[in-house]
C-alpha cells in the first residue's frame, strides 16, 4: 500500500511515535490514521504496562503559590533525560496549573489520564505520586522553596493572632527561612506530640539498654533516658530544632521572637516537604 510521506509525519507529529512505526501502523490499518493511532496508542501502554515496575526515582517537584495559595506537585519518571523532556515539563506545568486552580489535594482520574497519556507517548513509566493545596485565611501567609534541581519543595504557613502580623516584612522573611530550614533538615515532625507514641517507646527501650550498665542509680539512669530522648526529638522535630540563621534558639523560639516583633503571636499552621521519590 502506498503511504504518503505527509501521512506519516502528521501521525508522528500527533503520536511521537518514530517514523517507521507510524509508517508501519498506516500500513497496518489500511491507510486510516485514526486506527493506525489507536495502534501506536496500543503498544506504547503495552510497553508502559512492561514497565509499570520499574522505580520512578527521577522527576520534577513544582510549587505555584501567590501567598495566600500554594499548590505543591511531584510528577516522576525513570531517567533524568525524561525528567528534561519538553513534553514531561510541559505537563507538570500543565497539572500544577489545574492543581492550584481547583485546589487540588489528592490526585484524580483526569491527572491520571494526562499521565498516562504521556507514558503511553514517551514509553517509560511515569506517576502523579502528591498533591497538596493550601489555602490561607485572613491571618496567615504561605511561604515556598524550591530547590535549584527542583526535588525539594517546602510549604510552610504561618498564623498571626492578627492580620497585619503576617502582613510584616520580617514575619514573611522568617516564613521563607523556615522554608530554607526544613529543606536542609527535612524534619519528620512538626513537633515533639505529633511522634507516635510507639516510636518514642522504640526509642526509649534503646536508650535503655545502652545505659543499662552504666554504674550509677536507676533514678540517674532514667534522667539520661529521658536526655536522650529530648535529644532525638529535637532533632527530628521542626519546631524543636536549633533555627537554621540562628541556632542558639528553637524554631519555636524564633517564631516567638519574630512574632514579638511584628507586634502579636505567631504559630505554624501546616508544613509540606516533598522530597522526589521519598513519602
Known amino acids: 500500500m502506498d503511504i504518503k510521506a505527509s501521512e506519516v509525519k502528521a501521525l508522528r507529529e500527533k503520536t511521537g511515535a518514530g517514523m517507521m512505526e507510524c509508517k508501519n501502523a498506516l500500513i497496518a490499518s489500511n491507510g486510516d490514521a485514526a486506527q493506525a493511532e489507536k495502534i501506536l496508542k496500543e503498544k506504547g501502554l503495552a510497553a508502559v504496562e512492561k514497565r509499570a515496575g ?31 523532556n519538553d513534553d514531561f515539563i510541559a505537563l507538570a506545568d500543565q497539572i500544577l496549573e489545574a492543581s492550584f486552580t481547583n485546589s487540588y489535594n489528592e490526585v484524580t ?21 502528591r498533591i497538596v493545596t493550601l489555602t490561607a485565611g485572613p491571618d496567615e501567609y504561605i511561604a515556598r522553596y524550591i530547590h535549584s534541581d527542583k526535588k525539594t519543595g517546602v510549604l510552610i504557613m504561618l498564623k498571626g493572632d ?5 502582613s510584616n516584612k520580617t514575619v514573611q522573611d522568617f516564613a521563607y527561612d523556615c522554608c530554607l530550614h526544613v529543606a536542609a533538615f527535612t524534619p519528620l515532625y512538626i513537633n515533639s506530640e505529633a511522634v507516635d507514641k510507639n516510636y518514642i517507646q522504640e526509642q526509649t527501650d ?3 539498654k545502652q545505659v543499662a550498665e552504666l554504674d550509677k542509680p536507676e533514678q540517674v539512669k532514667a ?57
Open 109 to 129: 482520574a483526569e491527572l491520571s489520564s494526562k499521565v498516562l497519556e504521556l507514558a503511553t507517548k514517551i514509553r517509560e513509566n511515569m506517576a502523579l505520586t
Open 223 to 279: 534522667g539520661i533516658v529521658q536526655g536522650k530522648i529530648k535529644k532525638h526529638l529535637a532533632e527530628i522535630c521542626f519546631l524543636e530544632q536549633p533555627f537554621v540563621k540562628d541556632d542558639k534558639l528553637s524554631v519555636s523560639k524564633k517564631m516567638d521572637e519574630v512574632g514579638a516583633s511584628a507586634g502579636g503571636k505567631l504559630s505554624l499552621s501546616r508544613m509540606v516537604l516533598f522530597q522526589l521519590g521519598v513519602n
Open 54 to 84: 520499574r522505580a520512578t526515582t527521577e522527576g520534577l517537584v513544582l510549587i505555584k503559590s501567590d501567598g495566600k495559595k500554594a499548590s505543591m506537585i511531584e510528577l516522576t519518571c525513570e531517567t533524568d533525560f525524561v525528567a528534561k
Open 206 to 208: 534503646i536508650f535503655t
Open 162 to 166: 492578627k492580620g497585619e502580623v503576617v
